[in-house]
């Protein structure tokens, strides 16, 4: 089982919708991600938040707005999603956000919301 | 010239065989590398991490990093088709990944 907690697993939404990825974890890591994953591509970086605060933000959409309410609770709320917006997103954590800026320790993902935009 | 590469194959090794997968990238700075498999339909899981030059090996998976050719490498001894999935190189420095090695290990 992961320790890296996703929901919903699946989710299909309108274009008019609004809605919220929810992710958990309870490793104590420090470091909290979103990935975006389209069908045989690698995961893309989102978002990523240390110690509560969003220190990356990859040129996303603001259609697209992450929220860390605390260390161990990571959301993505959805809005006005576009149909290529469809993918599965993933969260992961990793302990900490590494040295200088450089990223050291490996990440722990959790299984993913697969989003459907119609 | 992307971040980290990686040739996407598929690469078909019978089963038994070494399985080789290789990955390049292009910042010198890195500094911590990891290997991540992941089934079809499924989220990455950490298969190893590598933080120095040399091989490491875990069980039948050995990672070989060589920082001055930046390359680094997954070896998977005695392959069983279990071992078919997309192996993914990642890199830190934002954990760019490549874009995935799909292997297929052939009963």
């Known amino acids: 089982d992961t320790e890296v907690t996703q929901t919903p697993k699946h989710l299909v939404m309108g274009m008019t919708n609004k809605k919220s990825l929810k992710c958990e974890q309870h490793?104590?890591?420090?470091?909290m991600y979103w990935y975006k994953q389209k069908a045989k591509k690698p995961p893309e970086l989102m978002f990523v938040?240390?110690?509560?605060?969003?220190?990356i933000n990859e040129s996303v959409p603001s259609r697209f707005s992450p929220e860390c309410p605390n260390s161990s609770l990571l959301n993505l709320h959805l809005h006005a999603l576009q149909p290529e917006d469809s993918a599965l997103y993933l969260c992961?954590?990793?302990?900490?956000?590494?040295?200088?800026?450089?990223?050291?320790?490996?990440?722990?993902f959790g299984n993913g919301t697969r989003l459907t935009v119609t | 010239q992307k971040e980290v590469e990686q040739n996407s194959g598929p690469l078909s090794v019978p089963e038994g065989a070494i399985a080789s997968l290789n990955c390049t990238y292009s910042?010198?700075?890195?500094?911590?590398f990891f290997w991540y498999r992941q089934y079809s339909g499924k989220s990455p899981e950490l298969i190893m991490s590598?933080?120095?030059?040399g091989d490491k090996e875990d069980g039948r998976f050995t990672a070989q990093l060589n920082k001055a050719s930046q390359y680094v490498s997954l070896l998977i001894r005695d392959s069983q088709p279990s071992d078919s999935a997309t192996y993914l190189c990642?890199?830190?420095?934002?954990?760019?990944f490549g874009a995935g090695t799909r292997l297929f290990v052939k009963a």
């Open positions: 992961a954590s990793s302990q900490d956000q590494g040295v200088g800026g450089s990223y050291n320790s490996p990440l722990h």
């Open positions: 990642a890199v830190n420095m934002r954990t760019i």
């Open positions: 910042d010198r700075g890195s500094q911590s």
């Open positions: 938040y240390s110690y509560e605060k969003l220190s």
């Open positions: 590598i933080y120095s030059n």
């Open positions: 490793m104590g890591h420090r470091a």
